[in-house]
């Protein structure tokens, strides 16, 4: 094969990879679209496409798919009427890309559960998000704790928030507090019983001073509410 023929064919490669890279980035590119109108992204290849144009370099791609949820999100925060539609498609490729990228699923999670104009209001979105990074990473319990207090502070859901706490607080290495807030969000919740062993738990298991004392003064309230007449409105420990 001649020089020439090799010249043509490796300026054909060079010319195909560079027609696949500006077609990954362009979502990238369209930071001047103003906030308001036409301000979603008008083109986001779906995350096998991305795939495919990433040239072997899913977690770059991941990367630069992330980069572009944080900008998209940081223009629209705060903003009266802005929209967020955009965001779960981008944190979705973001995450297929690279499953282990923690940040997208942590702070991505905030990004959607906020209400608006701080976030885009989506808390439902949000714990689907949480839910498919502990699939795809069991072991990490940062993403029960996320995961709890969307439910707690977004949702309002005390059973999920506290069935997250717990869930997180079994894994090796989790912080300590994670079985507090499990115990809090059980008394939130208003079952007692398990708030109780969920308190006696954290303080037979904690070797922090601090905590075992908190957890003590929790055992405590809920020992002194089991003992107040009826007509207090206490609740009775069984």
């Given at each position: 094969?001649?020089g020439?023929l090799?010249?043509?064919?490796?300026?054909g490669?060079i010319?195909?990879?560079?027609?696949?890279?500006?077609?990954?980035?362009r979502?990238?590119l369209?930071?001047?679209?103003?906030?308001?109108g036409?301000?979603?992204?008008?083109f986001?290849?779906?995350?096998?496409?991305?795939?495919?144009?990433s040239l072997?370099?899913?977690?770059?791609?991941?990367?630069?798919?992330?980069?572009?949820a944080?900008?998209?999100?940081?223009?629209?925060?705060?903003?009266?009427?802005?929209?967020?539609?955009s965001?779960?498609p981008?944190?979705?490729?973001?995450?297929?890309?690279?499953?282990?990228?923690?940040p997208a699923?942590e702070?991505g999670s905030?990004?959607?559960?906020q209400?608006?104009?701080r976030?885009?209001?989506?808390?439902?979105?949000?714990?689907?998000?949480?839910?498919?990074?502990?699939?795809?990473?069991?072991?990490?319990?940062?993403?029960?704790?996320?995961?709890?207090?969307?439910h707690?502070?977004?949702?309002?859901?005390?059973?999920?928030?506290?069935?997250?706490?717990?869930?997180?607080?079994?894994?090796p290495?989790?912080?300590?507090?994670?079985?507090q807030?499990a115990?809090?969000?059980?008394?939130?919740?208003?079952?007692?019983?398990?708030?109780?062993?969920?308190?006696?738990?954290?303080?037979?298991?904690?070797r922090?001073?601090?905590?075992?004392?908190?957890?003590?003064?929790h055992?405590r309230?809920?020992?002194?509410?089991?003992?107040?007449?009826a007509?207090?409105?206490?609740?009775?420990?069984k």
């Amino acid at each position: 094969m001649t020089g020439s023929l090799y010249t043509r064919l490796a300026a054909g490669v060079i010319l195909a990879c560079c027609l696949l890279a500006a077609a990954l980035m362009r979502p990238f590119l369209q930071e001047a679209l103003p906030v308001h109108g036409t301000n979603e992204v008008t083109f986001l290849p779906s995350p096998y496409e991305a795939r495919l144009l990433s040239l072997g370099y899913p977690g770059l791609a991941a990367d630069l798919y992330w980069t572009r949820a944080v900008q998209y999100f940081g223009r629209r925060v705060n903003v009266a009427g802005a929209r967020f539609d955009s965001l779960p498609p981008l944190l979705a490729a973001t995450t297929q890309l690279d499953p282990q990228l923690l940040p997208a699923y942590e702070l991505g999670s905030i990004f959607l559960a906020q209400d608006a104009p701080r976030g885009a209001g989506r808390p439902d979105e949000a714990v689907a998000l949480l839910e498919r990074g502990i699939r795809e990473n069991p072991g990490e319990w940062h993403l029960y704790y996320t995961l709890g207090f969307v439910h707690y502070f977004n949702r309002r859901d005390y059973t999920a928030a506290q069935n997250a706490f717990e869930q997180g607080s079994r894994l090796p290495g989790a912080h300590p507090w994670l079985k507090q807030l499990a115990a809090r969000m059980a008394e939130k919740g208003g079952n007692v019983a398990t708030a109780r062993f969920l308190w006696a738990k954290a303080y037979e298991e904690a070797r922090d001073p601090l905590i075992r004392a908190n957890a003590m003064a929790h055992l405590r309230e809920l020992e002194d509410a089991a003992l107040l007449p009826a007509g207090n409105n206490a609740q009775t420990v069984k």
